[in-house]
């Protein structure tokens, strides 16, 4: 099992900066990759950045350039920062964790979500 706690959500204006935080506990050790989603209302939940394990990280068509993640594997914590932020960021932002069980196979962990509003 793993928890994810998310933080850093607010009311920012366009081109304005927010960073995120997704504190994990739990079974740190199976987590192969960890990232963010988000969901706009009336809209699917899409995929927003992913950094696996040693692997390439990768981002949507729509934030890259303005958006970074980065872990902290000592704190077991993964940080979304958002630049230049639009009005069509806002959403809500969950945190994601992968973990892998040879019985289970891969397992998806969410974070409670943290919203994000860019609005003049």
């Known amino acids: 099992q793993v928890q994810l706690v998310e933080s850093g959500g607010g009311l920012v204006q366009p081109g304005g900066s927010l960073r995120l935080s997704c504190a994990a506990s739990?079974?740190?050790?199976?987590?192969?990759?960890m990232g963010w989603y988000r969901q706009a209302p009336g809209k699917q939940r899409e995929l927003v950045a992913q950094q696996p394990n040693g692997g390439t990280t990768n981002y949507a068509d729509s934030v890259k350039g303005r958006f970074t993640i980065s872990r902290d594997n000592a704190k077991n914590t993964v940080y979304l920062q958002m630049n230049g932020l639009k009005p069509e960021d806002t959403a809500t932002y969950y945190c994601n964790a992968k973990t892998f069980h040879a019985r289970t196979g891969i397992t998806d962990y969410w974070g409670q979500g943290t919203q994000v509003t860019v609005s003049s």
């Open positions: 739990g079974t740190i050790s199976s987590i192969l990759t």
